[in-house]
Every structure is written in C-alpha cells, then in structure tokens.
C-alpha cells in the first residue's frame, strides 16, 4: 500500500547529480527531451486491458525483457535489459500495476572515478485510471495502459544520486598515497656529485 507515497515523491526530478557531468550524455542535444528519443524502444510497454477492463474482477501477468534506449540520470546509464516481472489487477477505479522491475547500471564512483555497476530492483503498486491525479496515478487510456513513465519514474528513482564505492559495499575509495608518502631521500649528500664529475672529465681527456 506504498502507492501513494511512492509516487508523490517520484515527481520530484532526479536533477541533481554529480558535479561532474558524464560526457556522454554531453553529445545529446541539450533541448532535446528524453522521452521522445524513447519511443521506439519503449513502445512495447503499450499494454492493451480491454480483457481486464471487461470483466469486474481479474488479473493478468506481465513479463517482460526489453531494451532500453537513454535511460539514466547523472553520470549513471541502465545498459542492460530491463526485466518486468509484473501483474495487472483490475479494480473499481482502473488497473493497479505491481511486481518488480530490475535493471542494471553503469557509473563511475563519485570520489575516486572508479567503474562502478549493479542492480536495482525495484517494486512498483501503481494505479493507472482514465482520470489519473497528477504524480500520484497514471492514465489509463481508453483500454490502453503505457507503463513507459511508471518504469522511468521507478528506475531513476531507485538509482543512487551520487553512487560511491562505499556505497555499494566495496573497498573504500583509493586514497592518493602520493600525499602521504614521505621522501627518504631527505638529508642524501650532495657533495659527492662533484668529485665523480670531476672524476670523469679526467677519464674523459
Ligand atoms: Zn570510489
């Protein structure tokens, strides 16, 4: 029954990021947006409910593997397939969605740059209704649900803002040993130096 506080706060765009921008994402066009660009690929979460909606009470599983184009926030991209394990109800006010999505990402550590990966697993109870309350339920189009918006806003959602090493579990960040390695050679004589020159200029002649 996370539905409603899940997705009052997936509204609130994932902006932020990391100081550093990924510059991959600098060869989009700035004005673009990232839906547009989407619609191919995600095309396939176009789901027809004209069974569901018939009848008063039913469900039906969906699963589905699919392959996402420009999905990411931050310096962080989904590479991998995207798995939906998910099942449709039917209920009084439209078809609630729920089940798991699981993604993979790609980043680099915000301190220390190091490459990064992992899953996210994300569960999602979301209602889509042919009068959906913005940020709260989707719409349901006729007897057509598009579940493109629920899975972006549960992904980006779900992917850390600002990912580190520690943060995943790994070995913490790599300090910069230079900073702290003391030079040995202090004190080493410098006197010596001109001798041997001296030495070889005469081997020399
Ligand atoms: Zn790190």
Avoid: K
């Avoid at 039917?90 to 969605?97: E, I, L, M, S, Y």
């Avoid at 990402?105 to 209704?129: H, I, T, Y």
Wanted: glycine share 8%.
């Amino acid at each position: 029954m996370d539905a409603d506080g899940g997705t009052s706060a997936r509204h609130a765009a994932r902006r932020v990021g990391p100081a550093s921008d990924a510059p991959s994402r600098s060869m989009q066009h700035p004005g673009s947006t990232e839906r547009s660009r989407s619609t191919t690929t995600m095309s396939a979460l176009r789901i027809d409910v004209a069974d569901l909606l018939a009848r008063s009470r039913s469900r039906r599983p969906v699963q589905l593997t699919m392959a996402v184009d420009d999905l990411g926030v931050g310096g962080l991209r989904i590479d991998a397939p995207l798995v939906l394990d998910l099942v449709l109800d039917r209920v009084p006010q439209g078809v609630v969605v729920h089940g798991t999505i699981r993604a993979h990402w790609e980043g680099e550590c915000s301190v220390c740059l190091r490459e990064l990966a992992s899953d996210v697993e994300v569960s999602v109870s979301d209602l889509f209704e042919h009068h959906p309350v913005e940020g709260e339920t989707y719409l349901l189009e006729g007897h057509v649900i598009d579940l493109e918006q629920l899975v972006r806003d549960a992904v980006l959602l779900d992917l850390p803002l600002v990912p580190t090493c520690e943060s995943l579990g790994l070995v913490p960040c790599e300090p910069d040993v230079a900073l702290v390695d003391d030079d040995p050679d202090t004190g080493s004589g410098d006197a010596p130096v001109d001798a041997r020159w001296a030495a070889l200029s005469e081997l020399d002649l």
